[in-house]
């Protein structure tokens, strides 16, 4: 078994620090957990209470009848360390230590982080935090943050250095459709660090991408040599803060640990195959992406539309990021118009402009066409305004063609805002974005592990 494995699929859970006081960090952590559903025990541990939210209490982690996968400890700063000392002697699994007031507060808050961090690795205990969120097991319906959370279990694992922008991350993801599994706020790493997860991740079997917020990295050796083994086997998808000499520094104060130059950072990204983004939003479409489809076997992307302002865009955006849209031949456009039934007046030489022509099948028949072409890697379909929504059958169509094919094919509907998420809804196979800025990101974030990949293994 893993050592991290009592941490992310636990079966016996505690909560020291649990209160029935609303305004406590204690009582918050409790009530998801509970309310989650967690399917396994859960223990309040409080020797001021009898009972917490209807549980009985105990009075310390050695007083809980069973023992204890993973204890979550939401107590004042000055408790923390004998609270860790009586986990270790309780013989607890692993920790969560949400508690804040350490190493990013100055040498008090060091010392205490330093001797946490020597209780836990004589004892081989691995802790999340201090100075964090939490953590989420979706399979297992742990919920175990200061905010509620739901996700059904999906294929996305998230590691985060920050907490509140991790959770908020995490809950938009949530919100607009994407499956996660597992995900934690790392907070200040004094134990268990990036790539431990990282590497726990990259040998879980029900991830398939990993998704990182990055602000500074304490093992760099460590993180290369698991990067690279990661990477061969599943997508990795970052994003650094503290690109800028001053958002460096605040990533140092923040969690207490030195930063270093992005330069630096991006290099490494680069060699070990992690897919580095730059905006949040591009981290969760990339990783929506990479866990509906493959990565890119070339850089020639074919476009469908209706529109000619999208094909000039998204052709922009497709170049600007290194990647190709090449001409169709006189002989391929013949055939286009013939078998597709296309208006006289609309492009086909690629990107395909449809010219307005709002009907169905001219546009599958074109995206069937293409996909057939040995010399294109990968399709954007932008989907026209009507009908809205689309017909079921055209994107089961889109769905046959992409599995036929085995080339990333992408949805594009920028009609309106909320097109996107009720088109997505119909569809768990084919990721769906709102502009020609995203699938040109999206389509680069895939050419670029497809050729790491591609170069790393012959």
Do not use: W
């Not at 001797?115 to 964090?132: M, Q, T, Y």
């Amino acid at each position: 078994m893993d050592r991290l494995t009592p941490l992310f699929r636990p079966k016996v859970v505690a909560v020291v620090g649990a209160s029935d006081d609303e305004d406590k960090y204690g009582h918050k952590v409790f009530r998801n957990i509970m309310d989650g559903g967690f399917q396994g025990h859960l223990y309040p541990v409080n020797p001021n209470a009898a009972t917490v939210l209807g549980r009985t209490a105990y009075a310390s982690l050695s007083a809980v009848p069973e023992r204890i996968d993973v204890a979550f400890i939401v107590i004042p700063a000055r408790l923390v360390v004998g609270a860790v000392r009586e986990a270790v002697e309780a013989g607890v699994r692993s920790l969560v230590i949400i508690t804040a007031g350490f190493s990013e507060t100055g040498e008090e808050g060091r010392e205490a982080e330093s001797e946490i961090r020597s209780l836990c690795e004589r004892a081989g205990i691995p802790a999340v935090g201090p100075n964090c969120m939490g953590i989420c097991s979706f399979p297992v319906h742990l919920t175990g943050t200061m905010e509620s959370l739901r996700s059904d279990p999906g294929t996305i694992s998230f590691i985060s250095q920050s907490g509140t922008y991790g959770i908020t991350t995490l809950n938009y993801g949530v919100r607009t459709g994407l499956g996660f599994n597992i995900f934690v706020s790392s907070g200040n790493e004094a134990v268990t660090r990036f790539s431990d997860y990282l590497e726990y991740l990259g040998n879980d079997p029900a991830t398939h991408v990993i998704m990182g917020y990055i602000e500074s990295l304490r093992d760099g050796e460590k993180f290369v040599r698991v990067a690279r083994e990661v990477t061969m086997k599943k997508p990795v998808v970052v994003m650094k803060f503290g690109r800028t000499q001053k958002g460096s520094l605040a990533a140092s104060s923040h969690t207490g640990a030195l930063a270093g130059s992005h330069a630096v950072y991006s290099s490494v990204f680069r060699q070990t195959g992690v897919v580095e983004v730059t905006r949040t939003q591009d981290l969760l479409n990339v990783a929506m992406a990479f866990s509906m489809q493959p990565p890119l076997r070339g850089p020639r992307i074919a476009s469908v539309g209706a529109s000619g302002g999208f094909a000039v865009a998204v052709t922009d955006y497709l170049e600007e990021h290194g990647l190709e849209v090449p001409s169709f031949s006189v002989e391929l456009q013949q055939r286009i118009r013939n078998e597709a039934g296309t208006m006289p007046y609309a492009s086909v030489r690629n990107p395909i402009d449809l010219a307005a022509d709002l009907r169905p099948e001219p546009l599958l028949k074109c995206a069937e066409i293409v996909l057939q072409q040995d010399f294109i890697d990968g399709l954007i379909v932008a989907l026209p305004s009507r009908p809205y929504p689309p017909a079921e059958e055209s994107i089961r169509t889109l769905e046959r063609l992409h599995l036929s094919s085995h080339k990333p094919v992408l949805i594009c509907y920028y009609a309106r805002p909320e097109g996107v998420g009720v088109i997505q809804r119909m569809t768990s196979r084919i990721p769906v974005y709102g502009n020609p800025e995203a699938v040109g990101q999206v389509m680069s974030a895939l050419h670029q592990y497809g050729e790491y990949l591609r170069r790393n293994t012959g």
